[in-house]
């Protein structure tokens, strides 16, 4: 048994895919690559294979995190490149690394998200910064997700914004907590300033793990 963790990213038409079609879809990965997904026990058995931080619909993900077991041993290189020669447009495989088999789930090791957010239409500059501001002197920030109150502001690390370089677009950056009672969402903290977050393009840059340092 081999235990393997997989950066890629998810992009393109690709970023319009649900969390339970893209598992789908990466199991057929390893089927062309004529890898030995191991399975669970029981009735109706599934690969093992889980994904650190589900995407919402819409949302693009530069460095993405997924798990899988294999019943056989390979070598992750060799790994990486079947995986990237047999994957689907819109899925670019980064890295393919070997990971102890009794490491906690990687879905309880996810500590905070950077996030890249861009808004269409003109952009005052000076507003938003004064909405940034606002956000992180306020005291709490209170919402209702699914029914539930809870409090937004500390799952914000932090928020800036900086101009994109190639395009010369401003570009809001947030930095937000995930815990296990709650994960702080960019188009929670756009409503919050204003903008209508289904207007926005949301790209996640890296998803931060408790061993790492954030980004």
Known sequence: MQRLRVTFSKGGAFRYTSNLDLQKSLDRLFRRANLPVAYSQGFHPQPKMNIAAPLPLGWQGEQELFE????ESREPNALHQD???NAPSGIEIMCVQEI???SPAIQSLVLSL???VTVPGEFD?????AKIDQILASPSLPRTRRGKRYDLRPLIINIDQQIAQAAGVPVIHMLLGANQDATGRPDEVLDEMGFDPFLARISRTRINLKQD???
């Open 68 to 71: 899988v077991w294999l019943s």
């Open 83 to 85: 995986l990237s020669h």
């Open 100 to 102: 102890d088999l009794n």
């Open 114 to 116: 950077d996030y890249a």
């Open 125 to 129: 500059a000076v507003g938003v910064q």
């Open 213 to 215: 340092e954030p980004g």
